[in-house]
């Protein structure tokens, strides 16, 4: 099976634009969580998608959003972008939920200038 | 609300080494703990999954504990290698909600 896509691996943006992360799981599982690494605040849950329908969501700003289609391949997106958002980007997923195990992508770098 | 700790924050020991990483969580109501590994820069590979309802689990030179009741898992690392070198974070799958938290990990380095 292939594992968990992310496109794109880089990206660098300026304050003020928005930007569209892409993940696509495991071929069978519906459920897809989305997390912010930085050095200073390690591994901060984002949130979390099933069937199409958020689950739950961390504590992010409004500018912070996501969504997930049919095919359970989801799209995270940060408007009004600042530099405090540069981050690794990492989304994982799973069969159902937290229940299960999950299996995390490589990562979408993205630099704020 | 659930917190999860990890210490150490770094070691340092030399190949052929046991040793033991350890996890704190604070609530013990969990569907389970997962241990990752993370390369630099890269994402996190599945080392081990514990149920809940079970006490530990092995995988090769890794064995990881759970105490469910007291919020405490222990990784052991048999025989290190230079190629162990890397983060370990440990993740619980949180019932109060469909997220899993994770903690923020321990850097190993592992000299040849």
């Known amino acids: 099976k292939a594992g968990v896509t992310q496109t794109p691996r880089y990206l660098i943006k300026t304050r003020g634009q928005q930007v569209t992360l892409s993940c696509s799981p495991i071929?069978?599982?519906?459920?897809v969580s989305w997390y912010q690494q930085t050095p200073g605040q390690g591994l901060q849950f984002l949130f979390e998608?099933?069937?199409?329908?958020?689950?739950n969501k961390g504590n992010f700003p409004g500018r912070f959003s996501g969504r997930q289609f049919s095919n359970s391949r989801s799209e995270m997106n940060v408007s009004t972008l600042e530099l405090g958002d540069s981050a690794l980007y990492l989304c994982?997923?799973?069969?159902?939920?937290?229940?299960?195990?999950?299996?995390f992508g490589p990562g979408t770098r993205l630099t704020v200038l | 609300k659930q917190e999860v700790t990890q210490i150490p924050a770094a070691l340092s020991v030399p190949e052929g080494e046991n040793l033991v990483l350890n996890c704190s969580f604070t609530?013990?109501?969990?569907?389970?703990l997962q241990w990752f590994r993370q390369d630099p820069g890269k994402g996190l590979t599945s080392l081990l999954l514990?149920?809940?309802?079970?006490r530990e689990q092995t995988s090769g030179r890794l064995n990881a504990s759970l105490d469910k009741s007291s919020g405490r898992s222990t990784l052991y690392i048999a025989a290190s290698q230079p190629g162990d070198s890397a983060t370990y974070l440990c993740?619980?799958?949180?019932?109060?909600?469909?997220?899993?938290?994770f903690g923020a990990g321990t850097r190993l380095f592992v000299k040849a």
């Open positions: 994982a997923s799973s069969l159902e939920g937290p229940a299960d195990t999950q299996y």
């Open positions: 998608y099933f069937s199409e329908t958020q689950r």
């Open positions: 514990i149920q809940s309802s079970q």
């Open positions: 609530d013990s109501a969990i569907y389970n």
């Open positions: 071929s069978g599982h519906r459920s």
């Open positions: 993740a619980v799958g949180d019932t109060g909600g469909f997220k899993t938290i």
